[in-house]
């Protein structure tokens, strides 16, 4: 069974970067051909994809956020991180780590969520 489980700060100050880690017990974040995103949903809106790192490494952002968002990998620890640099109270929500399959319609597992409050 393979499980997500989110850990970082709930607050964060203004313009300081935000880390947040994703480790995945029960399971290979290397594994063929999987991808492991990050989303988010800030309070009374929607959900926001973040980007993702695949099974290979490769790393994808969405394109209104990857001036300051970088996604990495520890494979040695079967993690993979989110900083979030230059925070700001409108990057105040829950966070989200989750996995999909290549050419799936869904994501298949989810982490439980991290609440993540920036404020000063």
């Known amino acids: 069974q393979v499980q997500l489980v989110e850990s970082g700060p709930g607050l964060v100050k203004p313009s300081q970067t935000l880390s947040l880690t994703c480790t995945v017990p029960?399971?290979?974040?290397?594994?063929?051909?999987?991808?492991w995103s990050w989303i988010r949903q800030p309070p009374g809106k929607g959900l926001e994809w973040m980007g993702a790192?695949?099974?290979?490494?490769?790393?994808y952002y969405s394109p209104s956020l990857k001036s300051h968002t970088s996604i990495s990998r520890d494979t040695s620890k079967n993690q993979f991180t989110l900083q979030l640099s230059s925070v700001t109270p409108e990057d105040t929500a829950v966070y989200y780590c989750?996995?999909?399959?290549?050419?799936?319609?869904?994501?298949?597992?989810w982490g439980q969520g991290t609440q993540v409050t920036v404020s000063s």
């Open positions: 989750a996995r999909v399959e290549c050419g799936a319609l869904e994501y298949d597992y």
């Open positions: 029960g399971g290979s974040i290397t594994t063929n051909y999987y991808y």
């Open positions: 790192i695949a099974y290979s490494g490769s790393t």
